[in-house]
């Protein structure tokens, strides 16, 4: 039924086949198992070797809740190593829905070659050249591309930054209004698309069959289940419906652990200007609309339009790291612009988080002034101009433009930049960023879940008491989460819920019609790890990259926290 | 006798110490040991963990002809491994007079400090604010040092480049005309000396008390048989000396193995445009200087005055590796262009390989056209102008100039450029590049003398025969000269005459007064390599990273050979 779509880009055929070895597999797993089989580990990211894998999750395309996401995976230009990189939007449900498990875009053209769209439907794949959407941003070009292809199309697609191959290029997604503000941000995979020449894929499920269930009660029961859970954990039912992520902002604030000024101190003064309570305020006030869905089958709905003050649109999906990146590590206190810089970052193609470091890396080499949102602005911008050098320096991320600025303070591991909360004074999300295969990321190990929010446990985020064992575990169930195609909020409730790991290995089993036990959960997550690590090992990597940046040894105010694993205790958080 | 001058750069103080551990070392068994010793492996090569060594060899300073190397070390901004980068002119020999075998620069200063001058003479040490001196080139710096401090002096300096720390800012050196044409280009060591906010050093040995000789009758001895080896073999007395380093364009490209146009093909149809035949033809007919030589006691004299058709100066010490990096490479046939660019790069501080490179991946990527050697020459000069990202850019070398425009093609191993032979037509060379601890370095292990040249024996450059083996042994007696002092280009006569390592031996036996045999010499090179790679692996070097890009596969015009070496056959090119 689930099949394989492979796109030769270079001779612009496609082929579909069925899943063979892959039988089974979804999301994270089976881009992770395709690359690690398919990729070689010594390969340029932008060369012809390198392979971009868009796979949907186990349920995804079924009425599970929360089941939509999408892994895309890749050796990643950023951090020359294997990456998935997880997003939103409408794409993931309707190529699932047709019976494709995952797109493979092999190979690539001459850099001569015009950009081309790839048009998914029921009736079948066709390659378009779109020379008219070559330098455009998403939002434009995917308003043409859904007006040509229509409104139940959706997008993934590059920006201006993907096509020009900067290192810190996201793929984005469209979202229920058609919007590109879903983003597959971190590890470059932009680039890898765009070195392979796609502009676009569009995939009309029109006609589609749909994902087949094999025991349809059992599903029923087990996701009704599933909805109950989800609806009754306050952060999944309150917290984030009521205010998005963004309710973060005052809580690691709080907490001390908002990295301010590129990484100097825990609090930022002004971080109440780019609370969540703050954006909600003004969404109310302006006419926006605090409480969205990135996807169909969504009951967390986290997502928001946010809107200026003259109720024009600024932008969707405006995260707590954005806001953070932009805000509280740049010294930023307008949460106007910052949101016009997450619109600028999703227009162009770009993940937030890294250009977030570069904008405060930028600050640091005197390129631009300390909290100044409009210069920060027009900085982004550049990145769209493609023959302005300093938009290649800043495309290409934090690290990149610490090179070329001469800054020696950035805040990466393997080449990719830190999210919003400091290693110091959050130890737990620290040994993730350390370990993680992924480079620093906070999504591949959650440890803020039980060092700041208590959910599933309360770890002191403040000593090194249970972090890599915390990590471990967090890794393990993140890379479970990732392949079945769940949101990776459903683990706050998951977290506290008894019965809830065994309500999603029902949904499972309901739907593959094989047994699957929380055992199976478990072995899914630690082989998805094993794959990751063993394509990193072939790359060159060795536990001396598993390291944070020598600054963290600094103290962190106000807890004058430092960073205090060894290396040797940091590899316990890693599976073998 | 001889001892260790310690600057700490942040409290601007100094300190006298004796070798201690470190005693009988010198050059880059000397700066190789230290680093392993003294810096952590995983320090951001620009922060304050990072140190920068400058040791003079175990023979340099006595009149052992072509004694008076010295040897850079610290950990590569542009490597992220060790680096031992090496240069000849007068620094080390004065150095060493005055009984100082090596200074190591360490911590340093804020960002906004004032560049310094540490002057060093026999009454004292002074560490001098300089700001009169920031952003000059090192022509127009080194020329008011020497006019400051007498012409007795010696200069180490950076230029423009080293003080932005651009990762290809090289060390520059005066030779005996006060002329800073000399220089420790690779690996970046100029921004490290930039990090640490030295602009120069100063050396003036009047009133030292020499290097210090124990049997000054077998030095005598052994030194004028050296002095014979040196005078009767054909490369050092006669195509050296005639033609200087230029001597290779043609050979090279009869051989095929002339990198042209970024690595595609193994000719230039224009090389003898920019042959050193063709130099000396015009420093004949235009008033320059054929035959020079960079530092007292060489009877090589391979350097040169090059002037243009006004006879004005253009450059000096220019290199076949420079003329090949802005001429073939870049299908650049203007001598005196490229005499122009070697300049600049002298005058910015930078390194002529990298640079030449990163210039070539420009004209891959758009940025300026193939063979216009203005535009390059403009090119360059950007690196100048420190808030000009387009300098920047090129300023850290061709890996990073990749990176942001784009270019999957570029010619590193470890981030460093490949020289000027192509790995597929000169194997030899080639499993140099990819195993030297050093990145891409065709001074580590020079098979071209037997792979072309067909000194020290006769190995066919285009197949795998032998290929390992040689570079294995080159690397070694590499590394021992490299920490004796002596010119690399000694090799050439003592691969051809039966008696010279005894000879090498007998001069440094005869100097320290202890017995040193034929082992001993192979024991030093050896134990360098074995301290360089502990490094490297400690930084998180694998096999994996001894690697050449995969383009090498292609076939490379005319003979169509290819880069066919498996990792587990390169593996046995280095020591163990």
Same mark, same amino acid.
């Given at each position: 039924?689930?099949?394989?779509?492979?796109?030769?880009?270079?001779?612009?055929?496609?082929?579909?086949?069925?899943?063979?070895?892959?039988?089974?597999?979804? #999301?994270?797993?089976?881009?992770?198992?395709? /690359?690690?089989? &398919?990729?070689?580990?010594?390969?340029?990211?932008?060369?012809?070797?390198?392979?971009?894998?868009?796979?949907?999750?186990?349920?995804?395309?079924?009425?599970?809740?929360?089941?939509?996401?999408?892994?895309?995976?890749?050796?990643?230009?950023?951090?020359?190593? /294997?990456?998935?990189?997880?997003? *939103? @939007?409408?794409?993931?449900?309707?190529?699932?829905?047709?019976?494709?498990?995952?797109?493979?875009?092999?190979?690539?053209?001459?850099?001569?070659?015009?950009?081309?769209?790839?048009?998914?439907?029921?009736?079948?794949?066709?390659?378009?050249?779109?020379?008219?959407?070559? @330098?455009?941003?998403?939002?434009? $070009?995917?308003? /043409?591309?859904?007006?040509?292809? %229509?409104?139940?199309?959706?997008?993934?697609?590059? @920006?201006? $930054? @993907? &096509?020009? =191959?900067?290192? $810190?290029?996201?793929?984005?997604?469209?979202?229920?209004?058609?919007?590109?503000?879903?983003?597959? #941000?971190?590890? *470059?995979?932009?680039?890898?698309?765009?070195?392979?020449?796609?502009?676009?894929?569009?995939?009309?499920?029109?006609?589609?069959? *749909?994902?087949?269930?094999?025991?349809?009660?059992?599903?029923?029961?087990?996701?009704?289940?599933?909805?109950?859970?989800?609806?009754?954990?306050?952060?999944?039912?309150?917290?984030?419906? %009521?205010?998005?992520?963004?309710?973060?902002?005052?809580?690691?604030?709080?907490?001390?652990?908002?990295?301010?000024?590129?990484?100097?101190?825990?609090?930022?003064?002004?971080?109440?200007?780019?609370?969540?309570?703050?954006?909600?305020?003004?969404?109310?006030?302006?006419?926006?609309?605090?409480?969205?869905? =990135?996807?169909?089958?969504?009951?967390?709905? +986290?997502?928001?339009?946010?809107?200026?003050?003259?109720?024009?649109?600024?932008?969707?999906?405006?995260?707590?790291?954005?806001?953070?990146?932009?805000?509280?590590? =740049?010294?930023?206190?307008?949460?106007?612009?910052?949101?016009?810089?997450?619109?600028?970052?999703?227009?162009?193609?770009?993940?937030?988080?890294?250009?977030?470091?570069?904008?405060?890396?930028?600050?640091?080499? %005197?390129?631009?002034?300390?909290?100044?949102?409009?210069?920060?602005?027009?900085?982004?911008?550049?990145? #769209?101009?493609?023959?302005?050098?300093?938009?290649?320096?800043?495309?290409?991320?934090?690290?990149?433009?610490?090179?070329?600025?001469?800054?020696?303070?950035?805040?990466?591991?393997?080449?990719?930049?830190?999210?919003?909360?400091?290693?110091?004074?959050?130890?737990?999300?620290?040994?993730?960023?350390?370990?993680?295969?992924?480079?620093?990321?906070?999504?591949?190990?959650?440890?803020?879940?039980?060092?700041?929010?208590? =959910?599933?446990?309360?770890?002191?985020?403040?000593?090194?008491?249970?972090?890599?064992?915390?990590?471990?575990?967090?890794?393990?169930?993140?890379?479970?989460?990732?392949?079945? #195609?769940? +949101?990776?909020?459903?683990?706050?409730?998951?977290?506290?819920? $008894?019965?809830?790991?065994?309500?999603? +290995?029902?949904?499972?089993?309901?739907?593959?019609?094989?047994?699957?036990?929380? *055992?199976?959960?478990?072995?899914?997550?630690?082989?998805?790890?094993?794959?990751?690590?063993?394509?990193?090992?072939?790359?060159?990597?060795?536990?001396?990259?598993?390291?944070?940046?020598?600054?963290?040894?600094?103290?962190?105010?106000?807890?004058?926290?430092?960073?205090?694993?060894?290396?040797?205790?940091?590899?316990?958080?890693?599976?073998?």
């Amino acid at each position: 039924m689930s099949r394989l779509l492979r796109i030769d880009t270079n001779k612009r055929t496609f082929a579909f086949s069925d899943m063979g070895a892959y039988a089974g597999m979804g #999301g994270r797993a089976l881009t992770s198992r395709l /690359i690690l089989d &398919e990729v070689p580990a010594l390969s340029h990211p932008l060369g012809a070797s390198n392979k971009l894998v868009a796979a949907a999750g186990i349920l995804t395309g079924t009425a599970a809740a929360n089941s939509g996401r999408i892994s895309l995976g890749a050796k990643s230009p950023l951090t020359g190593g /294997i990456k998935e990189s997880n997003s *939103g @939007g409408l794409f993931s449900q309707k190529m699932a829905k047709l019976g494709i498990q995952a797109m493979v875009f092999e190979d690539k053209p001459e850099d001569s070659a015009a950009p081309v769209v790839v048009v998914v439907k029921a009736d079948g794949v066709s390659i378009v050249e779109a020379p008219e959407l070559a @330098g455009l941003g998403t939002y434009a $070009a995917s308003e /043409i591309l859904l007006a040509k292809y %229509g409104s139940r199309a959706a997008v993934m697609l590059i @920006g201006p $930054a @993907g &096509e020009t =191959c900067r290192l $810190a290029a996201s793929v984005q997604f469209t979202d229920p209004k058609g919007r590109p503000a879903r983003a597959a #941000g971190r590890g *470059g995979l932009g680039a890898v698309m765009g070195s392979k020449k796609i502009k676009a894929v569009v995939v009309d499920d029109t006609g589609a069959t *749909g994902v087949p269930v094999a025991d349809k009660e059992a599903f029923k029961a087990a996701n009704k289940r599933w909805v109950e859970i989800l609806g009754s954990h306050p952060v999944t039912s309150q917290g984030l419906p %009521g205010f998005g992520t963004s309710i973060l902002v005052n809580i690691i604030n709080e907490a001390g652990a908002l990295p301010t000024k590129n990484f100097r101190f825990g609090r930022f003064d002004q971080a109440a200007d780019i609370s969540g309570e703050k954006m909600v305020e003004l969404m109310q006030a302006r006419g926006g609309k605090p409480k969205e869905g =990135c996807h169909p089958g969504c009951v967390i709905q +986290c997502s928001q339009t946010f809107v200026d003050d003259k109720g024009g649109y600024l932008s969707s999906g405006l995260e707590y790291e954005t806001v953070w990146a932009f805000g509280a590590n =740049c010294l930023i206190n307008d949460i106007d612009d910052i949101a016009r810089m997450d619109h600028a970052c999703d227009d162009l193609g770009l993940d937030t988080i890294d250009m977030g470091n570069a904008v405060a890396v930028a600050m640091d080499g %005197g390129i631009i002034p300390w909290g100044d949102s409009k210069a920060a602005l027009t900085l982004l911008r550049r990145v #769209g101009d493609p023959s302005d050098s300093l938009g290649r320096i800043m495309g290409n991320g934090a690290k990149f433009a610490g090179q070329a600025f001469g800054v020696s303070r950035v805040a990466e591991v393997k080449g990719q930049a830190l999210p919003a909360y400091d290693p110091r004074s959050v130890k737990g999300v620290g040994v993730t960023y350390a370990t993680t295969p992924m480079g620093a990321d906070h999504t591949a190990g959650y440890a803020v879940c039980q060092n700041i929010l208590k =959910c599933g446990g309360d770890v002191n985020p403040m000593t090194k008491v249970g972090q890599v064992e915390l990590s471990k575990n967090l890794q393990i169930a993140t890379a479970a989460i990732d392949a079945v #195609g769940f +949101c990776l909020f459903v683990a706050f409730a998951v977290l506290d819920t $008894a019965d809830a790991v065994q309500v999603m +290995c029902d949904q499972i089993a309901a739907v593959t019609g094989k047994a699957f036990a929380p *055992g199976d959960f478990l072995a899914l997550g630690v082989n998805t790890l094993k794959d990751e690590i063993a394509f990193n090992t072939k790359a060159g990597f060795t536990k001396e990259h598993d390291q944070l940046p020598e600054f963290f040894a600094e103290p962190l105010a106000p807890h004058n926290t430092t960073w205090d694993f060894t290396p040797e205790e940091l590899q316990g958080a890693k599976v073998s």
